[in-house]
């Protein structure tokens, strides 16, 4: 037993299999990587795929969540501990470009490094660029030439300046010193110096001035920047009856003849209000203490009221907007208003009673203006066409183009009664060319929100004779010069922005018949028979509504080069100024083909000179294309020339007949005179 256990002490199976090399197997080990070859390995990815930086802001940024957020399109994602950045490797350059689609589409959710200079092996790749550099040319400070091979669209041939055409003021400062004027008299500030008449495309139909209203129980009427209700049905009482039903309620003012419940308690001497009992205060000191009201002589009236801006903080009413910037105000206190109607209710009374005019009247003379909605007191501004008198309806404030057939004698006391609406300019706010969006918006205020005025006395425009203000919606706070600058200051679109076709703006139709008179706004296309013409009314539209583009172009566009889509608008450059205009045709020269809506000619412009079309722009198209009658085929250069002389541009022209094809949608002109100039050589 003893040897046995001798023998089993020394045996150590560990020990041998030890020290037996032959039962040793090394298994292969993988050495950790140095840091340079993980530098080495992110080098070499990041030039072969494309990759973003997203910063690791909060601890919500994982990735995982980098993962679901971008989706398959992931190469691989590797994380910098040291700068808390992930690097987003994606398989391809269409990858990352969807990348950055969700970037768009959801930009709160990461966070994308832009702008990061690469400094890893700056070294290396600025010596194979340097290795690969090929000498190109200088850069020539001549444009590219235009290529008219490529053309499908004939271009003018020539390149002439566009007509402008400016309207002589409505009243000039003559007026007020003219013998028998009695401007200076009834306005003292010279205001309507800078009246302005913006309601030309209404008079001519360009827009609906009616509209049903309250389930046809009335009508309203757009007038030349005021709105005016009247029912349907309305029963007209004789003057007489009405009268001795007022005199039932109400008795007449002393002094203006309005019908008032205030009157003195001790002599019950009737009165409107302190302007009304200041005229008479003199007889009625005399009076009232034998306890009878004082007689005043029919001939003794108030003097034409001297017109007074309500307090800085009252609130008042919009009774008419003449421009963008000069709107007529009245005082909307309730003795204000009562005041206010029952002039108007006077005026209309005495005014079905008035005579006809049997001679022109002079400026400034205080007359009776019956409209076929409205019988109103108007003070003559300009005489010089009998068939366009200019007056301003003066308990509105709205200019008014009319004839002599409905102007009437206005008796002494109707043109003593107390003017309550005064014109104001809206601060910061300036003059543009009334587009249909502010006339809509203005049409809406127009009787029917209060403002509060506020104003100082140290801001009155003295050139203008009006008093800057600001004016404040009651209700929610709201500043209306503030409105009105949003709606008539363009927004540049974005580029990638789906563009407006032409028929996004309303085309005006020109009258049609025997002996209309045109404005020519472009005949270079005249050898082909077809000139673009317009009446000289829509010409001084045009011009005015420059103002706007050329704001726009020169101020608000900050774009440096756009190519318009085939078919869409834009604002482009044309002879150094900004005009509309419509892509007809890209040849890939950097010249699109643009015709010029409001004049007719068609150029080649330069991308650099080419803006987006703002959509604050809905200007109507007041231009209109034409084709001659009798032209020959085979013009001579001489007859040509003759053409271009009479039809030259700018001209005004007598057409004998302007015909309208609804077949083909087009216009015609007949003009005896061109067809003398070809058939005669």
């Known amino acids: 037993m003893s040897d046995s256990e001798e023998v089993w002490t020394d045996w150590d199976p560990i020990a041998q299999h030890y020290f037996d090399e032959t039962s040793n197997k090394y298994e292969r080990v ?29 601890p919500f940024i994982t990735e995982n969540l980098l993962k679901n957020y971008f989706g398959d399109i992931i190469y691989d994602i590797e994380f910098l501990p040291g700068s808390r950045e992930y690097l987003v490797y994606f398989h391809n350059i269409g990858s990352l470009e969807a990348a950055w689609t969700k970037f768009r589409q959801f930009p709160n959710i990461v ?13 290396s790749w600025k010596e194979r660029e340097l290795n690969n550099v090929v000498e190109l040319p200088p850069p020539s400070s001549e444009p590219n030439s235009i290529n008219l091979e490529s053309r499908t669209i004939m271009i003018s041939a020539s390149k002439h300046k566009h007509p402008e055409f400016t309207k002589a003021p409505i009243v000039v400062r003559s007026d007020y010193t003219r013998k028998g004027s009695q401007l200076a008299d ?25 509209q049903s209203i309250e389930k046809d129980q009335a009508v309203l009427y757009f007038r030349s ?41 001790f002599c019950q001497m009737p009165f409107c209000n302190t302007i009304c009992f200041d005229a008479l205060a003199v007889a009625h000191k005399e009076r009232c203490g034998k306890g009878s009201p004082p007689e005043i002589d029919d ?29 007529y105000v009245r005082s909307a206190e309730i003795g204000d208003e009562i005041s206010y109607y029952k002039v108007l209710s006077d005026v209309m009374l005495h005014g079905k009673q008035a005579s006809k005019l049997t001679k022109m009247p002079q400026c400034g003379e205080i007359v009776i203006y019956k409209s076929s909605v409205q019988i109103v007191r108007a003070m003559v501004l300009n005489v010089d066409n009998p068939q366009a008198i200019y007056v301003v309806c003066v308990d509105y404030g709205n200019v008014e183009i009319t004839t002599l057939d409905t102007l009437y004698e206005c008796t002494a006391y109707l043109a003593g009664l107390p003017r309550y609406a005064l014109p104001v300019l809206l601060r ?67 580029i990638s922005e789906i563009g407006y076709k032409e028929d996004y703006l309303q085309h005006v139709h020109l009258p049609t018949g025997k002996n209309i008179e045109l404005v020519v706004m472009d005949n270079t296309f005249i050898k082909f028979g077809v000139i673009h013409c317009t009446i000289l009314d829509y010409a001084y539209e045009i011009t005015s509504m420059q103002r706007n583009i050329q704001h726009y172009g020169e101020s608000i566009a900050k774009c440096k080069s756009f190519a318009a889509p ?30 010029f809506i409001d004049y007719g000619n068609i150029a080649p412009v330069n ?74 050589n």
């Open 607 to 680: 991308v650099d000179d080419i803006r987006p079309y703002p959509p604050q722009f809905t200007f109507p198209i007041l231009t209109t294309e034409y084709e001659l009658l009798d032209m020959p085929d085979d013009i001579t250069e001489e007859q040509l020339a003759h053409l271009e002389t009479h039809l030259a541009l700018g001209a005004i022209i007598n057409c004998d007949e302007v015909i309208y094809n609804e077949l083909d949608n087009n216009y015609s002109l007949r003009i005896d005179v061109v067809q003398k100039l070809t058939m005669g």
């Open 186 to 210: 009834n306005d003292g500030n010279y205001r309507y110096l800078s009246v302005k008449y913006e309601f030309m495309l209404e008079r001519h139909g360009a827009y609906v001035l009616e």
């Open 299 to 327: 001939a003794i009236i108030s003097e034409f009221s001297k017109i007074q801006l309500p307090p800085s903080g009252s609130n008042v009413k919009i009774s008419a907007f003449e421009q963008t910037n000069v709107l």
């Open 225 to 265: 920047g005021r709105s005016i209700i009247r029912p349907k049905i309305q029963l007209e009482a004789k003057p007489a009856q009405v009268e001795s039903q007022l005199e039932k309620l109400a008795k007449k003012c002393l002094s203006c003849k309005c019908y008032t419940d205030i009157s003195c308690k």
């Open 566 to 595: 085939k078919n869409e608008l834009c604002i482009a450059k044309y002879e150094g100024k900004w005009c509309r205009g419509v892509c007809m045709e890209l040849v890939g020269d950097g010249y699109p083909s643009i015709l």
């Open 30 to 58: 993988n050495v950790a990587p140095a840091k340079d070859n993980d530098k080495l390995d992110r080098i070499s990815k990041q030039q072969q795929y494309p990759y973003l930086i997203i910063k690791k802001k909060n």
């Open 428 to 494: 910061a706010v300036p003059r543009r060319f009334m587009s249909p969006n502010i006339r809509s918006m203005l049409y809406e205020l127009d009787h029917t929100y209060t403002f509060v005025l506020k104003y100082s006395k140290r801001d009155f425009d003295f050139d203008k004779g009006m008093q800057r203000v600001v004016l404040i919606e009651s209700e929610l706070n709201r500043s209306l010069n503030r409105l009105i600058n949003i709606i008539i200051n363009p927004v540049e679109p974005s």
């Open 111 to 123: 966070h994308c490094v832009e702008g990061r200079a690469q400094k890893s092996n700056s070294t």
